[in-house]
């Protein structure tokens, strides 16, 4: 008998072979793709990073040899003993205790006026409109295009004028006047992308201009202000000339910073210098800066991005 509710359409259908089904969610592979320039760069980091590193291990590992052993054995091979008397020798005999806690101190005075200062006409050139802001601004920018050395006679002359010749005082003043200008110029960049409307609810409370500043945008800066506070210890850590021209005269060795010592280790020697002395003292000066960035190389990088975009 036929049955009448067949349908010839569907029975077709049926009768062909069902596709296999896909597994649930997965994706078509696709092409791996090498990326030349991609490739380059990883190598060229690579490269950077060993140039980098290489020289900072060989002066750590240096410092435990004797010159025979820098000079005639291996550059990258272990020490034949592990003594710190190298370390010892170079805290007490050659002063660098002394100079390594005179630095500490200009440094910690010198960062922290400048950030003071810094900030404050940073924050002031950012967000408040007034005749003459554009120019003040390209002045403190415009102190980036003279070097150091260009600075050194006039500056010499500024500070014998004021009485602050070979003192600390004069070395932090003239420390601030030098790192200030690349403050406010990061800093000002930095100030501009920060949202007006928590500093507006603030002055709708009645705020005032110093209170808005400390309790308000400082806060929103933190990033910002750890980045460039980094840069600025690490650049006044390793300043020289600066120290050289300030700090001389009757009994300035007793306050040269880190970097006028460990000079002085390699000068006074001559041809009998005992370089693993010098190494562990450079290894001394080294390590401080190495340990704050890597406390702080989060907020450096977060810092550096927040400023980019806004």
């Known amino acids: 008998m036929t049955n009448l509710t067949s349908n010839p359409g569907a029975d077709a259908i049926a009768a062909q072979p069902s596709a296999k089904p896909r597994a649930a969610g997965r994706k078509p592979a696709a092409e791996a793709k090498v990326n030349p320039l991609g490739?380059?760069?990883?190598?060229?980091?690579?490269?950077?990073?060993?140039?980098?590193a290489g020289p900072l291990i060989w002066v750590v590992l240096?410092?435990?040899?004797?010159?025979?052993?820098?000079?005639?054995?291996?550059?990258?091979?272990?020490?034949?003993s592990i003594s710190f008397s190298t370390y010892a020798d170079a805290w007490s005999t050659a002063h660098i205790g002394r100079y390594f806690i005179n630095s500490v101190f200009v440094v910690a005075l010198s960062t922290a006026g400048t950030m003071l200062l810094g900030?404050?006409?940073?924050?002031?050139?950012?967000?408040?409109?007034?005749?003459?802001?554009?120019?003040?601004?390209?002045?403190?920018?415009?102190?980036?295009?003279?070097?150091?050395?260009?600075?050194?006679?006039?500056?010499?002359?500024?500070?014998?004028?004021?009485?602050?010749?070979?003192?600390?005082t004069g070395l932090i003043?003239?420390?601030?006047?030098y790192s200030l200008s690349f403050t406010v110029f990061f800093l000002?960049?930095?100030?501009?992308?920060?949202?007006?409307?928590?500093?507006?609810?603030?002055?709708?409370?009645?705020?005032?201009?110093?209170?808005?500043?400390?309790?308000?945008?400082?806060?929103?800066?933190?990033?910002?202000?750890?980045?460039i506070t980094i840069f600025n210890i690490v650049g006044q850590w390793n300043q020289y000339l600066l120290p050289v021209v300030?700090?001389?005269?009757?009994?300035?060795?007793?306050?040269?910073?880190?970097?006028?010592?460990?000079?002085?280790?390699?000068?006074?020697?001559?041809?009998?210098?005992?370089?693993?002395?010098?190494?562990?003292a450079l290894t001394i000066s080294i390590i401080?800066?190495?340990?704050?960035?890597?406390?702080?190389?989060?907020?450096?990088?977060?810092?550096?991005t927040a400023g980019a975009v806004k």
């Open 288 to 304: 401080p800066m190495i340990i704050v960035y890597a406390i702080f190389q989060r907020q450096i990088q977060a810092g550096l």
């Open 188 to 227: 000002v960049a930095f100030f501009r992308t920060l949202p007006h409307e928590i500093e507006e609810a603030a002055t709708v409370d009645g705020a005032g201009h110093l209170r808005r500043f400390f309790q308000i945008m400082m806060p929103m800066a933190r990033s910002g202000l750890i980045s």
């Open 119 to 168: 900030s404050m006409a940073a924050y002031v050139l950012a967000r408040y409109k007034f005749a003459g802001n554009r120019f003040i601004y390209f002045l403190f920018v415009s102190g980036l295009a003279f070097p150091t050395f260009m600075a050194l006679a006039p500056l010499f002359g500024i500070v014998q004028n004021l009485g602050l010749l070979n003192t600390f």
């Open 246 to 280: 300030i700090m001389q005269g009757a009994g300035a060795d007793s306050k040269w910073v880190l970097t006028q010592g460990i000079a002085n280790i390699s000068t006074q020697a001559g041809y009998h210098a005992e370089w693993s002395t010098l190494f562990a």
């Open 62 to 80: 240096a410092s435990f040899k004797s010159n025979t052993e820098i000079f005639l054995g291996r550059p990258f091979a272990l020490p034949n």
């Open 39 to 52: 490739a380059i760069a990883h190598v060229a980091l690579f490269l950077w990073a060993v140039a980098t």
């Open 173 to 177: 003043l003239v420390y601030i006047a």
